[in-house]
């Protein structure tokens, strides 16, 4: 039995190959189009395929090329086009095997793709199974910034398998656990704690405690959600990091720095803007670098553009009414959002974060 964290959200290892079956007890019908890319579906495709098939959803998959430069309106264009000629209709799912550079494409082709499909989220790296397979943003990325076209659309059904983890390069997993990193931080005191105990086992992908963290850190995400779908209040927390996070993957180009990475640094940066304008004491800075370190992360960018990062930021997101919205975090459990935030403060961080060449 899937440990069922929410109507939506399933943390079971193994339950991806029995993905068919269990999506037909929860309701789908039709057809199934997996989405996945070209690392990805050679590993995991022909299990998922199979089972779909044996449920049958008569499957039909799309593969993209596994780089950044696929999360595209153009990419996206092309896969609007099979489904038409497939003649999907409305009670058709679409299932995202990957990534979170599958799960955005897809759910943003399912979200606009005959005014809205039904999304399954098969997430295959850590960083989606706690974080972007859950929270129905979707979208696809411009030149001049990440993930500035899309929508928001809720996925029928999340399936974490840690099991689809055992691949995972080191890389991929040191930077993968660090949205659990944050959720712990800036909601969950015992988490962090369990973390900092377990960070030996969850490098290694110990099966059990890995599906216990992965559960717990999806739950955190799960309950912003649903309190706040939209990103209109209490949600804006989750972007603790993100700000010079997302700047400094497009600053550095997509792809050069995976997510997690970049948001280690905007987790480090942020740590050191919030002491530097007196919202957090040094010893809670001393223990987010520690945790980062032990993690293998790195707490600097090398080689980006300043002014390129700053760009970017202006772009993001979270910007209202021309002020930058920053979350800092005042005690573990306690974000807080400024938008008061002086230029000097922001400089002297980026220069402490920031190595041009």
Not at 55 to 60: C, G, R
Not at 240 to 249: D, M, N, S, V
Not at 266 to 295: C, K, M, N
Request: proline share 4%.
């Amino acid at each position: 039995m899937a440990d069922r964290v929410d109507r939506t959200y399933f943390v079971e290892p193994g339950l991806a190959t029995r993905l068919g079956p269990f999506l037909r007890d929860r309701g789908l019908l039709g057809r199934a189009f997996l989405i996945s890319d070209e690392n990805v579906f050679p590993r995991h495709g022909g299990a998922v395929m199979a089972s779909l098939a044996e449920a049958a959803f008569s499957p039909s998959a799309w593969i993209v090329q596994a780089t950044e430069a696929s999360k595209s309106l153009a990419v996206a264009s092309e896969i609007f086009a099979w489904l038409a000629e497939c003649g999907a209709e409305r009670r058709d799912v679409v299932v995202a095997l990957g990534g979170g550079l599958v799960g955005d494409l897809a759910g943003f082709v399912a979200a606009t793709y005959l005014r809205g499909l039904a999304i399954v989220q098969v997430p295959t790296t850590l960083l989606a199974q706690v974080d972007s397979a859950i929270g129905g943003k979707t979208a696809v990325n411009l030149p001049v910034g990440k993930n500035l076209v899309g929508a928001w659309h809720a996925p029928h059904t999340v399936v974490a398998d840690p099991v689809l983890l055992a691949t995972l390069p080191r890389r991929d997993i040191c930077a993968g656990w660090v949205e659990t990193l944050k959720h712990a931080l800036i909601m969950d005191p015992d988490l962090l704690e369990t973390v900092e105990n377990e960070a030996d086992a969850l490098l290694r992908l110990d099966l059990n405690v890995t599906t216990e963290v992965i559960g717990r850190s999806g739950n955190l995400k799960v309950s912003v959600v649903a309190e706040d779908p939209f990103e209109r209040g209490r949600r804006v927390i989750l972007n603790y990091g993100h700000t010079i996070g997302h700047a400094l993957e497009a600053a550095a180009g997509y792809g050069r720095l995976l997510h997690g990475e970049a948001v280690a640094i905007g987790i480090h940066a942020v740590s050191l803007l919030a002491e530097y304008v007196g919202a957090a004491p040094a010893d809670l800075r001393a223990r987010q670098t520690e945790l980062l370190q032990r993690f293998g992360l790195e707490l600097v960018a090398r080689g980006v553009d300043p002014a390129l990062v700053r760009s970017a930021m202006r772009l993001d997101k979270k910007v209202s009414a021309r002020l930058q919205r920053w979350v800092l975090l005042e005690r573990v459990g306690t974000p807080i959002v400024r938008s008061d935030i002086s230029e000097e403060a922001v400089s002297w961080t980026l220069d402490r974060i920031i190595v041009p060449h």
